[in-house]
Each structure stands twice: as C-alpha cells, then as structure tokens.
C-alpha cells in the first residue's frame, strides 16, 4: 500500500499545513513542538500516515500512523532527517522519544544517553557527548575527586552570582562553574562566558568550564528558555539532571552541586526541587544558599536586564560586579541603535514600514549591521574598562583599529552598504568614555563623560573623502567630528533636556519629537551630500514647523514628501542614537 510513499517538506508557515501536522501528532498522543523543518508521508487521501521535524540536530515529533506501522516508513523518515541535518553540517544527530521506541532508534546507530520516566534522549556519531566529557576531563586534570559544580546561566553576572560562587567557593576544593551554552539570552553565551571568568578571576579554586548542549540547553531543557512550567518540564528537567549525574559530574570528578534558592522563578524552583530529589540518589549532594538580598528583594539578573530595559545604567549597575559594567554600558549603545531604527515613522529615514530615500537598505538590513557592530561595542567598553583599571587615559590608536575592524564586520553583513559608518564612530567614541567613567569613578557624570570624548576625538583626524567631509570643507559646516571635539554641547545642553521633557509630556512620540528637534538645529551632512546646502536649510525648517505643530500624520507626509525629494536626514539620526544612549548612561 505505502511502496511508493514519497517524503515531503510541510512548511509550517502554512497554517493549512500546521493545522494538518497538529491534528496528525495529536492522534499519536504528541504536540507540535518548535522545529524548522518538517517532513511527512502522506496517503492517496492526502492524510498524513508519517512525519517527523528537525529542529536544528535534534529529530523531533517523529510520529507513524497506526496503518503504516509496519511498513518500515519510521526508519526511511528517520534517515531522511539524519541526511537533512548532515546536510546542514550536524556532526551528530538526537531524538527525543518516548522509551518504547528505544530499538527503532538503536538499530539505527542511536545510543541513549539520558532517560527520564517519559522520554529518553538518544544520539548518534561520534562527536557527541563523549567529545564534551573528554574536554572536561582535560580541564579537571590530576585533580581529586569530591568536586563541586555551579551551572550558571548568568544572564548577566550580577553580585548575586558572584556571592554564590564565593560561599561554595569557601566549602569545595575545587569549584567548577558550568556556563550555560546558548545564545537566546539578551547578552550571548561569548559575553556571559567572558564576564563569569572576569567574576571569578582572582579565586584560585573556581575553574570556569565552558558549556555545551549537555547541560541545561535548548537541547536538554528547552522549556527553561520559554520560563514557563509546562506538562513537558517534568522529563526535561529529569533528563538535563541525568546528562548531569551520569556524564558530566563523573568526568569532573564532582559530588556537590551549589544552587541559590529560587523565591521568585517558579521553573526554576522546580528545577531545584527536582535536583534535591535526584542528584542525592547518584551520591551527589545538593547544597542551597540562599539567594543575597539587596534593597529587600533578592538580586536577580532580571531585576538588571529590566533596568536595561527601562534605559536605567545606574539601577542596573548597582546590582553587578564592575568587571559586568562595561557589557552593560554596550548593550544600552546596542538597544540605543535598535530604538532609533524602529522609530516610525521616520521622513527619508529607514524605519519599520519602508526604506525612506534609500533604495540599498531597508530594516533588516540595518538590524544585520547592528548585530554585527555589537561585538565591536563590547571591545571598546572593554577597552575604556582596561585603561581604566591600569590607570590610563583612553588610547585613540586601539579605539581607531577596534573601529576599523567593526567597519569591515558591518560592511561584510550588509554586502558593502554604509549603514552605520557615522553611528559606529559616535556610539564606539561615547561607549569607551562611559566605560572609562564608570570604572574609575563607580559612576557616569556628564562632565568627566564630555571631557573623555572630547579627549579621544582630538587625537582623530578628518577623514578624507568622505560624503560629511567634503561638506564640511565646501560649507564650513559642524561635521561629525568637530561635533565630538566639541563633547557633542548641543546634545548635552539642549537635545538631552528636550527630549526628556518630552517624555514626559508623551513618551509614544518623544523620539519623533527628538528627531525633528536635532533634524531643525543640526547640519547635517548626509543632507547637504543630497541635496546641497540651500535645501538642507530648508530642512531645518521644515522640521521646525512640525516640531510647533507635532502629529504623526505630518510625520507621515514629511516622509513621502522626502522620499521623492531624495532627502535622508541621516545625521540628525545617528545624534538620535547618541541622545537616547547618553540618556540611558546618565539616568
């Protein structure tokens, strides 16, 4: 009947094709899980009979209709999907089924390698687990056994964090700190992994151990990343704690486990309740410290990210250790960059509905060329952070090659296109000031942060050229780099306090309002390249007259109206970026 069964991609961005999957897997007593690749079988009748997804290198919802059960489609599906990750270089393949399907997959070259009462987790190759226990017993060496382990997402490192470790730091011989690999956080498993090992520097028995998929992973306990409690979190959990007990703590030679009381997370309060359950059962003990309070609420590394979020450096910081600070002076510079460009409406200006006056670039263009300046904005955070701790004033040399090389990262990304070239040397320059301030006062005042620009950006000399320095040659214009000599005074005497008068006037349309307040007050070279001088005054205004008579539609019209004028007030934009980044490190 199924001889000559054909394999077929279901996209699942179809909803007829998603709804047919659903209905398909709730037959077989599963649920559609997250996957980006589905395949299925279907019969004459165009009723699914097999499928099964991928979701990266792991087989998920594998599922046979009960009349095909016998015809070996399970094993043809499964070695569709093995071929389709190796295609998409998976050294090793996984599955998560359910225990009574274990033979299917062993016949097939699976192994198990984490049970659980309802699942087991099977892989194949040979660069799976056994790879990432051979490294961890490359790091633990001649050590003894009787090791402590902290698996620590750290999303960022905040002083609770580092208080943990220091109290099992004072308990264990050796304590191995496990950082969660995964890049779902707000700050990446680069920079989570960096910012643990700057924590832990000076303690001679922490040793930082690099994650893997092996430990509380999108892999192993994908519910931890959704922070929510479901049906499934059960037999994650348990499997994550039997990769745990059964590989990873016997190759560290580890017999306690650290973890910080969890009075607000109720996933991870399960996940503790369950460890306290199983680890003691594999001659491993479970030891709580209780969470370090601050203000009368427990520091959490949300309580940062939120202050992040409300552009608060000074709430934020207060609740990390100062080697963090610099990774969040960086991703307010990033968040800074990211509010600029979803702004909209925007006129002549790349926003969230069209491309403005620009015909090579459009939204997610403009996002690849900030996630790729990001790293670049950590450098140099990193960099102010350094000089500052060694006692030294910033360098415009090594702030001038970080710059270059996040010139290069950027035009790589956006196939050759200058998307951010002007921002990268206002936000970079204002980035390594402030981690320069914070670092060797503890705080960011206006005063020390201006004297730094300015300090660096003297060091720089004009670009020849370029589009803003032709301008400012012809017209003797303020260009982007007299503006940071000057320690940008406009921002700070005039733009700044504006724009949080206006937030608290209307924060929906502030930044609208701060873009028509610099477009009105700035020359602002990308215009005058344009449309030449004459016109760029008319520009100002223009933005003048609306900023009086302030409506979204007007916002609307000005944009039309500067798309067929060819007008890109792409200056004034970037100071909007520096504008709300300044604001976020001062507030």
Known sequence: MFDNFEICDMPLSLKSNRTRVERFLADSGLRLEDVDYYAAVSDDEGNIIAGGGLQGNVIKCIAVGEAARETGLSNKLISHLIGMATQQGAESVKVFTKPDNSTIFQSMGFRIIARSPKAILMENGMRGIGRYTDYLRRVRGDRPDGAAAIVMNANPFTLGHRYLVLQAAEMASTLYVIVVREDRSAFSYAERLAMIKAGCEELDNVVVVEGSEY???????????????????????????????????????????????????????????????????????????????????????????????????????????????????????????????????????????????????DWGLMSKSIDALHPFLVQLALNGHNRAEHYELPDAQEVRLIGLEAEQAMLKATGGINTHRGALFAMGLTTLAAAWCMTRDGIIASKQLREIIMQVAEQFAPTAGTHGNEAVNAYRVTGALDLAKGGYSQLFNNWLPAYRGYRTDDASTARHRLLLLIMSQLDDTNVIHRVGFDMAQQVKQEARALLEDFSIAGMEQMNRDYIGRNISPGGSADMVSLTLFIDSLLN
């Open 215 to 361: 430990a509380i992973s999108e892999l192993t306990f994908p519910t931890y990343f959704l922070k929510q409690v479901t049906d499934a979190t059960d037999t994650h959990i348990m499997l994550d704690l039997d990769l745990f007990t059964t590989h990873i703590a016997p190759a560290l030679g580890v017999t306690t486990r650290y973890v910080g009381s969890e009075p607000i997370d109720e996933l991870t309060a399960r996940y503790n309740e369950l460890m306290q359950e199983q680890l003691p059962q594999h001659g491993i003990e479970v030891k709580t410290v209780e969470r370090l309070m601050l203000d009368g609420q427990p520091v959490s590394a949300s309580r940062v990210r939120q202050a992040l979020a409300d552009g608060s450096l000074r709430h934020a910081d207060a609740l990390v250790v100062n080697t963090t600070s610099p990774y969040l002076i960086a991703h307010l510079a990033t968040d800074a960059l990211r509010a600029e460009l979803d702004t909209t409406p925007k006129p002549g200006l790349v926003d969230r509905h069209d491309n403005g006056a620009h015909r090579d670039m």
